[in-house]
């Protein structure tokens, strides 16, 4: 049986700030087969729930050195929803509240790096593959091919190493490859770590990895222009023969109309009109006026510029005067936050800005809206689309990365089309499909076609993990 260890610095449903958690939540799940076996290492954040730490076994320990200092490594570990999950235990890098964001971050995710290599060790059972995501564990793949000269537990192993967002790298001083990777000075050239006068760790990760893949064919494309390369489409471009763009899926088992216990009432495509319930349950939630008729728009997401705000915010006060309800839910930039704020206390029956995140209130927003609002700037692959297509509530996005490939405009003239989108990054070009959209909207058995088509689109991972599957047999040399 083909072993593989998939790393990650979070994964739902134990740790969660993005996609990457929901992928490493649901991607092992789907590649687990008679032939594959799939486990996932991550850290023992303190924002685990303890109804999960007390179900959590302790399989033992071992330490890595730090530049001068030895450091514990705990091992636990628990079996949830048929995978076998890893935990890193260290409560002087994981006893943290916040996941990113630290001082300490290079030390913290190396210490997370070198951990797995010495758990793995430990355990004495060597994988085949070590499927890496993100600069937090792409320092794994540098250290292998240290260690594969040194120790030969670690010969033959293939990485893989998948960019879920180019623009957050780890780019940190020198020093740390010394002192923290104990790396030697070969290692600080234009060729391998160095970046202008730093190390970039997430470059590391592309140069050392057996196959690069990102999250959807378009961003794979998009990675290798300067606009969306990061400083990066350089190196991107050298190693491109060995990058595949494989798109995201979601767990159908968690977002399902049909089964979904985080919504007031379940549907299917049959009994589509309960969605009417769910938006009237927003609605009194959320203090707008109760109309069934009413065009219900909605964003779920984190509030940063790469999601397409400054367009939001140059177009909110024309939408808002027209006939609609806004709800909004997330957190993030200060001056998003605020301008939310402001904008529901001049407008506090059209819109509903919930600043914080619940994923109660996210399913029943991704279930009862009419319309869901994406403008990206730049998208690897997004969820939320995917999610809201599943629940029959259309996308209208920005024609970009994964949004690009898992969006299909409408076309009135043929009648496909799950969504609407439009192309360039400007204000009134969304304003004027969110305009084209809620056209549509009036006409009844235009937009149950599109409802039907949204809700008969396949985003499981049934397809994705197959191409997973092949990457794998790719960097093996043989069949799985």
């Known amino acids: 049986m083909t072993q593989v260890v998939f790393v990650a610095s979070e994964a739902a449903p134990f740790a969660k700030t993005g996609g990457l958690a929901d992928v490493a939540g649901s991607l092992p799940k789907a590649l687990n087969s008679k032939k594959i076996n799939v486990k996932v290492f991550m850290p023992l954040h303190i924002k685990i729930s303890p109804t999960y730490k007390e179900q959590m076994k302790f399989i033992g320990y071992t330490t890595v ?36 964001g630290e001082g300490d971050d290079g030390e913290r995710y190396i210490f997370f790096c070198k951990a797995v290599l010495a758990a793995i060790k430990m355990t004495g059972e060597k994988p085949d593959i070590i499927h890496t995501n993100d600069w937090h564990a792409a320092s794994i793949n540098v250290l292998l091919d240290y260690y594969s000269r040194q120790d030969p537990f670690y010969q033959g192993i293939k990485t893989v190493f998948t960019i879920h967002n180019l623009r957050y790298q780890g780019v940190f001083d020198p020093y740390i490859m010394g002192d923290l990777l104990n790396l030697p000075y070969e290692y600080y050239n234009e060729e391998r770590l160095k970046f202008y006068e730093n190390i970039n760790i997430l470059k590391g990760g592309i140069v050392f990895s057996d196959h690069v893949t990102t999250v959807s064919k378009s961003y794979a494309h998009e990675i ?65 006026p109760v109309d069934p008729d009413i065009p219900m728009l909605a964003m779920v997401t984190r509030l940063a510029d790469m999601k397409g705000l400054d367009l939001m915010q140059h177009i909110l006060e024309e939408l808002l005067d027209m006939d609609v309800q806004l709800v909004i839910l997330g957190t993030g ?9 402001y904008f529901q206390y001049r407008y506090p029956h059209k819109l509903a800005a919930r600043i914080y995140f619940d994923q109660y209130e996210s399913h029943a927003i991704y279930a009862g809206a009419d319309l869901f609002l994406m403008p990206s700037l730049f998208e690897p692959c997004g969820l939320s689309q995917l999610i809201a297509l599943r629940y029959g509530t259309i996308p209208i996005v920005r024609q970009i990365g994964g949004l690009k490939d898992t969006v299909i405009p409408y076309n009135k003239y043929t009648g496909e089309g799950n969504g609407f989108g439009f192309t360039n990054y400007n204000a009134h070009e969304l304003l004027f499909t969110i305009k084209d959209a809620l056209g ?41």
């Not at 222009?225 to 767990?251: A, H, R, S």
Request: proline share 2%.
């Open 65 to 100: 050195n730090m530049g001068w200092r030895t450091q514990y490594v705990g091992l636990m570990t628990l079996n949830y929803d048929g995978v076998d999950y890893y935990f890193i235990d260290n409560e002087f890098y994981f006893k943290r509240h916040a996941l990113y």
């Open 224 to 288: 290798t222009y300067p606009y969306f390369g990061e400083n990066l489409d350089g190196v991107i471009n050298k190693y491109k023969d060995k990058l595949t763009g494989i798109v995201n899926g979601i767990d159908y088992d968690i977002y399902s109309p049909e089964t979904d216990v985080n919504i007031p009432v379940n549907f299917d495509f049959q009994t589509v009109d309960r969605k009417r319930e769910i938006k009237n349950h927003l609605q009194v939630k959320f203090g707008l």
């Open 333 to 341: 930039e200060q001056h998003y936050e605020n301008m939310f704020r």
């Open 440 to 480: 549509y909207y009036k006409d009844k058995a235009i937009w149950l076609s599109l409802m039907e088509q949204a809700m008969a689109a396949d985003n499981s991972w049934e397809k994705s993990s197959k191409e997973y599957l092949q990457v794998y047999e790719k960097v093996l040399g043989r069949e799985i």
